[in-house]
């Protein structure tokens, strides 16, 4: 006997676990599929989790800030009880360096002042007030180990930044996900997990369930893509990608977790830094440390892989960055262990992700999250559930999309920027920076 349910959500990431507690709580049925153990084990549990509101387009801008309301009030938007705890939002702030890469931020200043975003102007001084253990030497362009130059400053200092109060980090995003999750239950929602969706059954050009590795077949007139780096191969199944125009592809990322420096504890007093002029970003971790990651410089290029089979050792990428945070921090130690994560995004062809339906009826995808959007899942949820009322109300999303009014932010979010039909967008980072 089939199983029914009015949607099912492949995917129980932070993005899948949000999806289904907004549909949830609008009366729908779901059921989250993982092929994985738990919720948030997939690319979410090694995400650096970052929380910022700093990003190259207005709408990307307003969908980061309306989400930062959520994870400042946690448990009021959870709703629930969770035996597990609550994740904790660290509210550090974020200080961006004004560098030649950025164009001195103005593009981005230029959103969060029509957004009425917070911010403050640092100079040299209070940079290093802050941050005393930092050299502020230029670097740039970034470079690969292997490049002449590599580690040598190229002439004068960083000469300012931004800070950004509403930032900071996650504590645990697979505990956030489990927190999701466990919302999503208290609203009637299911989850299932060591189970792959291996079929996705179409007719007449409308989906109509899924069926799992162990033979279960799940009927739903909704079935929605929230594969993480599997979206590609998920999409594929479905047929959903006969007519996209962006597409989406797994791509492996390092990050370097490095003990803080002797003369700073980076753990306690640190904040998340973002500095183009080396191409890493960075911010505290538990234990006195100091987690690093590339922000994609082109020198670095793009290693595309099988999200099912990837090395998942170290490379010289590990090193490069621990190099290039070490030009910032000139005492830190670089120990002879390596220790840091290795796991993929999700990347879209501008790194923009995909929230959209597509061509097959009932069927929808959240996807290409390029790296960026842990930050986004609570409004990525809402966005996506009402996108999904909208198109099952017989709305034509396509020719005339969703403006979907914002919660915390006075903005209208238009949906056609993050369609699947979409030109590439030439105003994006094109690198995890969204
Ligand atoms: C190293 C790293 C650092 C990051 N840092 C940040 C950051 O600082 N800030 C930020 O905002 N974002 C960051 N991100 C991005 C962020 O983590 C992702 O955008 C987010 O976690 C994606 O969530 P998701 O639910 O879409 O996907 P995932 O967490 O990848 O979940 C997808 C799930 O789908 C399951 N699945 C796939 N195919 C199938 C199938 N056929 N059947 C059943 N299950 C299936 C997988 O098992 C997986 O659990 C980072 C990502 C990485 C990898």
């Known amino acids: 006997m089939a199983q029914k349910y009015d949607a099912v959500i492949i995917g129980a990431g932070i993005i899948g676990a949000a999806i289904a507690f907004e549909l949830s709580k609008r009366g729908r049925r779901t059921l989250n599929v993982d092929m994985l153990p738990a919720a948030g084990y997939g690319s979410t549990s090694n995400s650096c989790a970052i929380i910022r509101v700093h990003y190259s387009t207005l709408d990307g801008t307003a969908l980061a800030y309306d989400s930062y309301f959520d994870w400042v009030d946690w448990q009021n938007y959870l709703d629930c009880a969770d035996e597990s705890g609550f994740s904790v939002f660290h509210q550090t702030g974020c200080l961006v360096m004004k560098t030649a890469g950025n164009g001195g931020l103005k593009r981005v200043l230029k959103h969060v002042e029509a957004l009425g975003i917070a911010h403050e102007h640092w100079g040299r001084e209070q940079i290093l007030r802050r941050l005393p253990h930092y050299d502020l030497s230029c670097f740039s362009p970034p470079k690969r180990m292997d490049e002449e130059g590599f580690g040598e400053p190229t002439g004068g200092e960083v000469q300012g930044g931004v800070f950004f109060p509403t930032a900071g980090y996650i504590s645990d995003p697979q505990l956030a996900t489990h927190n999701l999750q466990?919302?999503?239950?208290?609203k009637g929602g299911r989850f299932v997990f060591n189970r792959r969706v291996v079929?996705?059954?179409v007719a007449h050009g409308h989906v109509q369930g899924v069926i799992l590795d162990d033979g279960t077949k799940v009927d739903a007139a909704i079935v929605i893509n929230v594969a993480g780096p599997h979206s590609a191969k998920v999409n594929a199944l479905a047929g959903a990608d006969a007519d996209m125009r962006i597409s989406t592809k797994a791509v492996r990322q390092e990050v370097v977790h490095l003990p803080s420096p002797p003369d700073f504890d980076f753990g306690e007093r640190g904040l998340v830094v973002s500095d183009s002029d080396i191409g890493i970003y960075c911010r505290p971790e538990i234990g006195n440390h100091v987690l690093a990651g590339s922000e994609d410089p082109e020198?670095?290029?793009r290693e595309v892989v099988d999200p099912d089979d990837f090395n998942r050792d170290f490379t010289d990428q590990w090193t490069t960055q621990a190099l290039r945070i070490a030009q910032r921090m000139p005492k830190m130690g670089i120990p002879g262990r390596m220790s840091g994560v290795v796991d993929l995004y999700d990347v879209s062809d501008d790194w923009i992700p995909i929230y959209d339906k597509s061509c097959i009826g009932g069927f929808y995808m959240a996807c290409g999250s390029s790296g960026n959007q842990f930050k986004n899942a609570p409004?990525?949820?809402k966005l996506?559930?009402?996108l999904i009322e909208y198109g099952e109300a017989g709305n034509d999303h396509d020719?005339?999309?969703?403006?979907f009014a914002l919660q915390h932010v006075d903005h209208v979010f238009d949906t056609a920027t993050v369609s699947r039909l979409r030109k590439i967008n030439p105003d994006s980072s094109f690198s995890v920076l969204g």
Do not use: H, N, T
């Open 182 to 186: 466990r919302a999503a239950e208290a």
């Open 199 to 201: 079929e996705i059954v």
């Open 299 to 301: 020198c670095d290029g």
């Open 379 to 381: 409004v990525a949820g």
């Open 384 to 386: 996506m559930a009402e």
């Open 399 to 403: 020719s005339k999309p969703l403006q």
